[in-house]
């Protein structure tokens, strides 16, 4: 039933643009424990998920589960502070919804953050990398199913899935503040188990540098409307490792906090060159 998303795509739109009547020019999603981008922010409305028709809700703790609106450098920005995961008992449309949505109100560029654990052994704990390139061979693409021709083509092409330019942006803000930026492969995942070591050593054979939970599904659909995307993981936990110690998902939101103040000057001096 293709019909009915349009129109839900439709309604959803019309609630959230009844709230807040002006068009973004950029949206931001924020991963896992990177909720404090939206102090940068002067916030003019904030919409609960839980009153947005049609809208999953955040199960997970260091997603709060709101949409923002508001100003950041003088650019309207729309931020989804909480994402929805394929192991939370979604569906891969369910999980790029919010994405469609963004698209309707008229977005044209979605930048992108996750929490995501490093294969490449050159990485540390804290390190942001500019995700150049995915694996989404792991999870289920959400473009399974009757296509909507109205929100995009059958067959997009994924030849760039991350925007060339915004990359370069972000290399020029990086080189300014003194970043050291590692840029690499995103492996998506179903999670919500951590990988065994069998897991990450395939994961680094097939040429991935992190790992992560979410960002590839919301990719596809993004491009399958035509948005630009950038997209950078936090590394919060390191998969390759000589000892046996255990990742806990309180380790990742800890790391992703240190972390945070880069990222988040990034995404705002970003915003500003848009």
């Not at 002067?42 to 589960?65: A, L, N, R, W």
């Not at 540390?124 to 199913?145: A, Q, Y």
């Not at 490792?241 to 790391?255: C, G, Q, S, W």
């Amino acid at each position: 039933m293709a019909e009915p998303l349009l129109q839900q795509l439709q309604e959803t739109a019309a609630y959230i643009q009844s709230q807040y009547a002006h068009q973004p020019l950029v949206a931001v999603v924020l991963g896992s424990g990177l909720g404090n981008f939206v102090n940068e922010i002067d916030i003019e409305k904030e919409i609960p998920y839980s009153d947005i028709p049609y809208f999953p809700q955040s199960t997970v703790q260091g997603h709060s589960g709101k949409m923002i609106f508001g100003k950041l450098n003088g650019k309207t920005v729309l931020v989804m502070a909480g994402r929805f995961h394929f192991y939370e008992g979604y569906t891969p449309q369910q999980v790029s919804y919010p994405v469609r949505v963004i698209k309707q109100l008229g977005v044209q560029t979605l930048l992108l953050s996750n929490a995501a654990g490093a294969v490449n052994a050159s990485y540390k704990v804290g390190d942001l990398m500019i995700i150049t390139d995915h694996i989404s061979f792991f999870t289920v693409n959400p473009l399974i199913g009757k296509n909507e021709d109205a929100l995009g083509t059958r067959f997009p092409d994924m030849s760039e899935p991350y925007n060339k330019k915004l990359i370069a942006k972000a290399k020029e803000i990086g080189a300014q503040y003194g970043y050291h930026l590692h840029q690499g492969v995103y492996v998506a995942v179903t999670g919500p188990t951590f990988e065994t070591h069998a897991e990450y050593r395939l994961i680094k054979a097939i040429g991935g540098d992190v790992v992560g939970m979410s960002t590839v599904q919301e990719v596809i659909v993004a491009r399958h409307s035509g948005m630009d995307v950038f997209a950078v993981s936090v590394v919060t936990d390191l998969g390759i490792r000589e000892d046996d110690n255990i990742i806990t998902h309180e380790e990742v939101l800890a790391a992703a906090s240190e972390a945070e103040p880069k990222l988040t000057n990034l995404f705002k001096e970003m915003v500003k060159m848009l």
